[in-house]
C-alpha cells in the first residue's frame, strides 16, 4: 500500500509504503532496533533495511545511535509525525468501515444549543443513522454554559452551540459550521413594517426573546444601550426555540431570529422582516469536542459527517 506524506510530492508519494512508517514509529516508539524487531514480529536485520530504505527515500539520516538507544534526527522526527497522523486516520477508518460493515455503533449524545441549525443537524443526523441504522442518537436541547459543562463530564459527546471562546478555554476545540445573521421579525399583521424606520417604534410592541444572560439576550440589550434605549417591557422570554416556534406561530410577536429560522419556519409561520439596522456581532454556530476525553467512533463519524457537508463533500 503507497502513502502519501503531506506536502511531500509525487517522489514520496510513488515510493514510500505504510511497513516503512510502521517500522520507524516502532523505533522510536521502542527506542531500539531489536526491541522494535520483537514487537513488530520481524528480524532486527529486516528493521534495519526498511529503515536504510526510507532513509535513501528520504535522503537523510533519520536515526542517530545515543549510547545503547537509538532517537530521531530532526527528519526522524517530521516522518515519524507524519506516521502517526496516518497511523490514527487509518484507525477511524477501519472503525468506520466496521460501523458500515455492521450497522451499529453504540450511543451518540449530542448536546444542541436552541439556537443551532436544526434543519442542518436533522441532515446530518439523517446520514449518520443510514450508515449506523441501529445506532442510538440521543439529542440533549439546552443552554450552551449547561451543554458544555456536560461535555466536560463525558455525559456528551459533541455539542453544537455558539463557538464563544471564554467558555471554550484550552480542553475544548471547535469548528465553525453557520454564521448566521439575526433578523428581526414579526407575526403581528396589523403592524405596517415598510414604514418603520426606527428601533423606538417597535420597543412597546410584544416581544419574544431569550432569557437574561444568554448570548443574544445581552447583545441587543448592549446594542440597544448605546442607542440610550431599553429592552421591550412587553416581553415573553423562551429558552427552548421549540416553544418560541408555536409562541410566535399562535401570538402575535416581535423577536429576533436567526435567518435560517426564518427560512426554516416561513411556511407555517408568518414572518415579516423590519428593515431596521441590528449590529449584532454574534459568534457563529460550530461543532465542540473535548480535546482532553477520548472520542467515541460515534462521535467520531458524525464530526466527519458535519465536516465534509461544512465543505460540500457530501450531499447530506
Not at 14 to 23: E, Y
Not at 168 to 181: E, K, M
Not at 199 to 214: H, N
Amino acid at each position: 500500500m503507497e502513502i502519501s506524506l503531506p506536502g511531500a510530492g509525487r517522489f514520496y508519494d510513488d515510493r514510500i509504503k505504510l511497513r516503512h512508517l510502521r517500522v520507524i514509529a516502532a523505533v522510536d516508539a521502542h527506542k531500539g532496533i531489536s526491541a522494535a524487531a520483537l514487537t513488530l514480529g520481524i528480524s532486527p536485520a529486516a528493521v534495519s533495511k526498511t529503515v536504510g530504505e526510507l532513509e535513501t527515500l528520504v535522503g537523510m539520516d533519520l536515526l542517530e545511535r545515543v549510547g545503547r538507544t537509538v532517537q530521531l534526527t530532526d527528519a526522524g522526527r517530521l516522518v515519524v509525525s507524519a506516521a502517526q497522523v496516518i497511523s490514527r486516520e487509518f484507525s477511524v477508518l477501519g472503525h468506520e468501515i466496521g460501523m458500515m460493515q455492521t450497522g451499529e455503533v453504540g450511543t451518540l449524545a449530542l448536546g444542541v444549543q436552541a439556537v443551532s441549525n436544526g434543519r442542518q443537524i436533522a441532515r446530518a443526523v439523517g446520514r449518520f443513522k443510514a450508515i449506523c441504522p441501529r445506532s442510538r442518537v440521543e439529542l440533549i436541547d439546552g443552554v450552551l454554559a449547561d451543554l458544555l459543562a456536560q461535555l466536560r463530564r463525558g455525559k456528551l459527546d459533541l455539542v453544537i452551540g455558539r463557538l464563544i471562546p471564554e467558555m471554550l478555554d484550552s480542553d475544548l476545540c471547535g469548528i465553525p459550521l453557520s454564521d448566521d445573521r439575526y433578523l428581526p421579525v414579526t407575526t403581528d399583521p396589523t403592524i405596517a413594517v415598510e414604514s418603520i424606520t426606527a428601533w423606538e417604534q417597535v420597543l412597546g410592541e410584544l416581544w419574544c426573546l431569550p432569557p437574561a444572560g444568554t448570548p443574544v439576550r445581552n447583545i441587543f440589550a448592549a446594542f440597544l444601550a448605546a442607542r440610550n434605549l431599553a429592552l421591550p417591557a412587553r416581553l415573553v422570554e423562551a429558552k427552548s426555540v421549540h416553544l418560541m416556534f408555536w409562541l410566535m406561530k399562535e401570538m402575535r410577536f416581535s423577536a429576533l431570529l436567526p435567518t435560517s429560522l426564518v427560512k426554516s419556519w416561513g411556511g407555517e409561520v408568518a414572518f415579516r422582516v423590519f428593515n431596521l439596522e441590528l449590529g449584532l456581532a454574534l459568534k457563529p454556530i460550530g461543532l465542540v469536542w473535548s480535546k482532553k476525553l477520548p472520542v467515541s467512533p460515534a462521535a467520531t463519524l458524525f464530526r466527519r459527517i458535519v465536516e465534509e457537508e461544512r465543505s460540500g463533500v457530501l450531499n447530506i
